[in-house]
Nanobody
């Protein structure tokens, strides 16, 4: 099994910054992808940013230029630096990982427990 533990959420004023972290542990052969999703009340979960083991990244249009995803492969950890936060960024942020298991299967169904980010106006 693989466990994802997120940290770094909180309450911040509009224009402020937060940094989220997500550490993966367990039976991991390698991590192919790591991503951040978010879900606001009454809305569907949406992709915020993603990165692959090769270093490629992609972002939701709504966060481009404000958020930066980065990864420490040695620590199996992904970060999300969030700058110029807006009230509409308020949501529960979830970490997701695509893990290549020792069995040879690629499992993309690993999720963290979520961390609340609240941006006040």
């Amino acid at each position: 099994q693989v466990r994802l533990v997120e940290s770094g959420g909180g309450l911040v004023q509009a224009g402020g910054s937060l940094r989220l972290s997500c550490a993966a542990s367990g039976r991991i052969f390698s991590i192919k992808s790591m991503a951040w999703y978010r879900q606001a009340p009454g809305k569907q979960r949406e992709l915020v940013a993603a990165t692959t083991s090769g270093g490629s990244t992609n972002y939701a249009d709504s966060v481009k230029g404000r958020f930066t995803i980065s990864r420490d492969n040695a620590k199996n950890t992904v970060y999300l630096q969030m700058n110029s936060l807006k009230p509409e960024d308020t949501a529960v942020y979830y970490c997701n990982a695509g893990v290549l298991e020792y069995s040879g299967n690629l499992n993309t169904a690993y999720w963290g427990q979520g961390t609340q980010v609240t941006v006040s106006s």
